[in-house]
């Protein structure tokens, strides 16, 4: 299995990103997807998953009701829309699979690719 993701850059305070994932070597509809994210000299944090069975779940802290997360079953990609960035959502992100149902959490998740930065200046 192998995730990447691209997307990230440097944007300004209220700027929209859309980070996309591709994955490979998996039957994407078994799988769970999701994005995590890591700030300079924190933990890595759950940000939104989408379930092998169609169902989203979404951090109550990180970036509800302005991230959407997406899936494309035909094109293996699953992507993360991000309205009204601040520079609290500068991190690295990360996409993230697991087999089945995944609780919202990275213990949870088996494949990681690695991130993309996302830089959001004030």
């Known amino acids: 299995v192998q995730l990447q993701a691209s997307g990230g850059g440097l944007v300004q305070a209220g700027d929209s990103l859309r980070l996309s994932c591709v994955a490979s070597g998996l039957t994407f509809d078994d799988y769970s997807m999701a994005w995590f994210r890591q700030a300079p000299g924190k933990e890595r944090e759950f940000v939104a998953q989408l379930t092998w069975n169609g169902g989203t779940m979404y951090s109550a802290d990180s970036g509800k009701g302005r991230f959407i997360i997406s899936g494309d079953n035909a094109k293996k990609t699953v992507d993360l829309r991000m309205d009204s960035l601040t520079p609290e959502d500068t991190a690295d992100y990360y996409c993230?699979?697991?087999?089945?149902?995944?609780?919202?959490?990275?213990?949870?998740?088996?494949?990681w690719g690695p991130g993309t930065q996302v830089t959001v200046s004030s």
């Open positions: 993230a699979a697991a087999k089945g149902w995944a609780t919202p959490d990275a213990e949870s998740y088996t494949y």
